[in-house]
């Protein structure tokens, strides 16, 4: 296996891996910052660079039962949060292929 491939963004406010600070998101894609993570607060994205997508499981949220795939840095591994595969209310659908990034797994 060689080394990843790492994508950099051009914005003024970028959101990184807090880890080994590979970028993972630009501000403008934010949707919302009220939501909450396993560790605390979390941003909704619309899109995200530099992750892989784990497996989906279906998971009791907050706001009811989603399937769901957790995201890593493409660069060192870490969890940074997890990708919405699909919403069971329909009030939720809007989620359906967003990113969540948790604030603890991130720096701007």
Not at 24 to 41: L, M, N, V, W
Not at 54 to 75: S, W, Y
Request: glycine fraction near 8%; charged fraction near 25%.
């Amino acid at each position: 296996m060689g080394r990843p491939f790492k994508q950099y963004l051009s914005g003024p406010r970028v959101y990184c891996c807090s880890n080994c600070k590979a970028h993972a998101a630009d501000h403008d894609e934010i949707i919302s910052k009220a939501f909450q993570g396993r560790r605390g607060r979390a941003y909704l994205f619309n899109s995200v660079v530099n992750v892989s997508v784990g497996p989906k499981e279906n998971r009791m949220l907050i706001t009811g039962l989603h399937t769901v795939a957790d995201i890593f840095c493409t660069v060192c591994d870490a969890n940074l949060g997890w990708k919405y595969e699909m919403a069971y209310e329909e009030g939720q659908k809007y989620k359906e292929g967003k990113f969540i990034l948790e604030k603890a797994n991130i720096v701007k």
